[in-house]
């Protein structure tokens, strides 16, 4: 019995349910400074007193290994990521999170 729980257990703590939409996507810090597309998070590192929110004080850098190859880095605003998360880096200076939920959210619509 503790050896199917044992099991089963890293496949619930992997499912997770955000009900707060800005925690789907955040903001980069200097958007001229990147190529959009998509990526996996390698690597999350702080970057300790250069953010402007009062009561989020510090950055957050994104170290993303890049679909088409290559790798860059991003500072974003908010500590919503973790490493191994497929992301996209859109346009408009946005990073979101690119998951099965994302589909699903889409074919409700």
């Known amino acids: 019995m ?5 099991a089963l ?3 619930l703590v992997a ?18 400074n990147f190529r959009a597309g998509s990526g996996v998070i390698e690597n999350i590192a702080v970057v300790p007193n250069k953010g402007k929110k009062g009561k989020e004080p ?15 880095t991003v500072d974003v ?9 497929a992301v996209n ?7 979101e999170r690119v998951s099965g ?6 074919l409700k619509k």
């Open 77 to 85: 605003e908010d500590n919503t990521f973790f490493a191994g998360e």
């Open 15 to 32: 499912c997770t349910y955000v009900t707060d939409p800005s925690q789907h996507e955040s903001t980069i810090v200097t958007p001229g």
């Open 58 to 72: 510090h950055l957050y850098r994104l170290y993303i290994h890049m679909d088409v190859g290559g790798f860059q």
């Open 101 to 106: 939920t994302s589909l699903l959210d889409f």
């Open 9 to 11: 257990l890293p496949a």
């Open 89 to 95: 880096l859109a346009n408009d200076g946005r990073v």
């Open 2 to 6: 503790y050896r199917i729980a044992a």
